[in-house]
């Protein structure tokens, strides 16, 4: 009986853009790697605006860009994945609350604005961004019982809408880079 050479065979299916159970899970697994890899360059970087807790916010685009291309429950798992194992490697678990805190409510502010269809990554990326500090400020608020971080926030909504539309930028380019690539098709395309 001869084989059907469709893709099929290595996990891929081309006509409907789908990939199998183990592709899938190896490439959670490379897309939660890189992200720990984005997370670890990011402590290197010196930025100090004196203003604790600003970073860039490298490991949000993978998740910005996962958001693209794979199921979002897929890029949940790596997000919590990454936020859990660099928590554990280089952070204490103050380190994981906070991390938790602001990547959930970025992931589900990303995912809400994604679902209208109105918003460009760039604009994904700005909410999630200031998603992400408003979860870690509630959390900070919640640890020492005041109110008085409320105070704080308008600095750190600029910061994340600024690295919010840098990382915007920065996947655009991934996700222009992977279509010219002839990389996986996007949710929903045929």
């Known amino acids: 009986m001869k084989r059907k050479m469709d893709g099929t065979e290595h996990g891929f299916d081309f006509a409907k853009g789908r990939i199998s159970g183990a592709k899938t899970v190896a490439l959670c ?13 990011e402590t290197l970087i010196p ?8 970073k860039l916010g490298l490991a949000n ?49 990303m995912r809400l604005l994604m679902r209208t269809g109105e918003f460009s990554p760039a604009g994904v990326s700005i909410a999630g961004g200031v998603a992400h500090n408003a979860g870690q400020l509630i959390v900070a608020g ?15 909504t600029v910061s994340g809408a600024l690295t919010g539309f840098l990382m915007g930028l920065l996947s655009i380019r991934v996700l222009h880079a992977l279509k010219l690539g002839g990389g996986m098709k996007k949710r929903g395309e045929r």
């Open 142 to 156: 919640l640890v020492v019982h005041t109110a008085k971080l409320v105070y704080y926030m308008p600095v750190l």
């Open 47 to 54: 930025l100090n605006f004196g203003i604790p807790g600003i």
């Open 29 to 41: 697994g490379m897309l939660t790697a890189l992200a720990m890899l984005f997370s670890y360059v």
């Open 61 to 109: 685009l993978v998740v910005l860009t996962g958001l693209y291309y794979l199921k979002p429950q897929q890029v949940l798992a790596v997000s919590l994945a990454r936020i859990l194992l660099t928590g554990f490697l280089f952070g204490n678990g103050m380190s994981i609350l906070y991390s938790l805190a602001g990547g959930l409510l970025s992931f589900l502010v």
